[in-house]
């Protein structure tokens, strides 16, 4: 039986040992931190349960597959509930819209505003859902470790096709007049955290399949998704180590060996690395020879996505004018939604609410509501902003006066009962994320499928990495997605 050590308990370090496990694998899943989930983690707080980074469940089918794959019902696992309310928007003028996972719905409250509009938004996300497609059948769904993959008739027949060149705000502006759904589809498009007035259409694909597949909550919260995964794990066979600090991948000719960690030496077969990616090049392979070229002077030059700051509250009292996914579109959007990728903080930002006790009371004990609100803000490749307590609060105090002014909300400051952050240096001390980059290698044109970090090492036999800087990108879904690709790919060798 081949053993495999995998580095790291996040969503695709679980996801590829699930599956190698159901193909007669020895696994072990090797977790520095005491829990497992990587970033997909949680806060606790006297009874109240905070997810600490992604909420946002699309695509619910890939979720549910990983289940499928093991002959599992995931009903068994898991409590997945269709939310009525997609995204509650807020503006700064004082008004808000509603959008909704039925079409149907969304289509009704659009024609209110203008027929044209719904007629408008219906071939918006039409078109960008063919991009998604095109995207998922011919690039995302395919390895893409050989050049051949995208230099062939086919695949540049459909690359022209999704003709992603013009930016994601050129592409919307074709489609969308109205500036407060225009900015509510582009603030969706910067989710894998690029800008959105730069990169690529492709983006638009966001938005459309929130709104094709419409979005989903899992009861407790998104680390009840990596607690069934645990579970499905363990039942699986598979081992899990905590505390283990690795730091050395073990090469001897070009053939994996095994780790070395503060727990000593791990030897196996196989390797599959889901640390970050560029943090995992520079400091667990020591010889230039074994890094597929990424040596430190490519790595600096990689680009890369933004950062984010992330307030956890806890509050006495229930608000009746939130859903569980809100949006708040700041002033001068432009300005402060591309702050972040030229280093700048924004003077007025627009943020994702995110308060899951609208539909869970499992979650809070202590609060009556529970609110994470998430700010994109520059990785720490910018060396100028320093993230000190002054800095924190400067940024809070602007998010709370903004929340304030909405209807219903004015008392907000003073019924805050708990309150943390979590900053770009925690996400790089506490997750190794290189940069303090929240989503990664930023997904460029350049910088997508074959030449994006690949997912099994040109110049090592039997090493794999997985997560969000390797193909095919970051986010939940497209990692577990990728976990299908490594492990199709250490069957077959």
């Known amino acids: 039986m ?61 979720y549910i597959e990983i289940f499928k794959y093991v002959n599992k ?9 269709k939310l009525d309310t997609m995204y509650k928007v807020f503006y700064n003028d004082k008004t808000d819209y509603e959008f909704y996972s039925d079409i149907s719905k969304t289509i009704q409250f659009l024609e209110s505003i203008d027929c044209d509009l719904s007629t408008n938004y219906l071939k918006y996300i039409s078109k960008s859902y063919d991009k998604y497609v095109i995207s998922n059948e011919k690039f995302l769904s395919k390895p893409m470790k050989d050049l051949n993959e995208i230099l062939n008739l086919d695949s540049i027949k459909y690359a022209i096709k999704s003709n992603p060149i013009s930016s994601s705000y050129n592409y ?26 730069k ?35 363990y039942e699986m066979g598979g081992e899990i180590e905590k505390n283990v600090n690795v730091d050395e991948i ?10 070395n960690s503060n727990q000593g030496k791990y030897m196996a077969d196989i390797v599959v690395c889901n640390a970050d990616f560029p943090y995992a090049i520079k400091n667990l392979i020591k010889e230039d020879m074994y890094k597929d070229k990424y040596n430190d002077k490519r790595i600096n030059k990689l680009k890369l996505s933004c950062s984010t700051l992330i307030i956890y509250l806890g509050l006495n009292k229930k608000y009746k004018n ?8 700041g002033e001068n959007f432009r300005e402060n939604i591309q702050a972040p990728f030229k280093g700048n903080l924004p003077q007025n930002p627009s943020f994702y609410m995110y308060c899951p006790s609208k539909i869970d009371n499992s979650i809070c004990k202590t609060s009556k509501e529970i609110l994470n609100i998430m700010i994109r803000v520059p990785n720490l490749s910018y060396e100028n902003i320093e993230w000190n307590e002054n800095l924190i609060k400067n940024i809070r105090n602007k998010v709370l006066n903004s929340i304030t002014k909405i209807n219903g909300m004015e008392d907000l400051e003073k019924n805050i009962i708990y309150e943390k952050y979590l900053t770009p ?31 099994k090492s040109k110049s090592v036999r039997n090493l ?30």
């Open 250 to 259: 073990i090469i001897d000719e070009g053939n994996i060996k095994g780790i």
């Open 172 to 197: 919307t502006c074709k489609y969308i007049k109205n500036s407060k759904v225009r900015d509510f589809l582009l603030f969706q498009s910067m989710y894998i955290g690029v800008d959105p007035y």
């Open 73 to 81: 019902d995931y009903s068994k696992y898991i409590d997945l509930v």
């Open 199 to 233: 990169n690529s259409n492709l983006y638009t694909l966001i938005p459309a399949i929130s709104q094709i597949y419409g979005l989903w909550y899992i009861r407790g919260g998104m680390y009840a998704y990596i607690r069934a995964l645990e579970k499905l794990f």
């Open 425 to 455: 240096k925690d996400i790089e001390t506490n997750f190794n994320a290189y940069k303090g980059c929240a989503f990664g290698v930023a997904h460029n044109l350049s910088q997508i499928g074959y030449f994006r970090p690949h997912i």
């Open 464 to 493: 794999y990495f997985i997560g969000s800087s390797t193909h095919p990108g970051n986010g939940v879904s497209v990692i577990i997605s990728g976990s299908k690709l490594v492990a199709d790919e250490i069957i077959k060798n």
């Open 322 to 329: 939130l859903k569980v996914n809100n949006i708040y579109i």
């Open 2 to 62: 081949k053993e495999v050590i995998v580095i790291g308990s996040g969503i695709g370090g679980l996801t590829t040992g699930i599956r190698l496990l159901k193909n007669g694998y020895k696994v072990t899943i090797l977790e520095k931190e005491n829990t497992v989930g990587g970033k997909i983690n949680q806060l606790k707080n006297d009874g109240d349960v905070f997810d600490l980074t992604a909420t946002i469940l699309m695509t619910p089918q890939n």
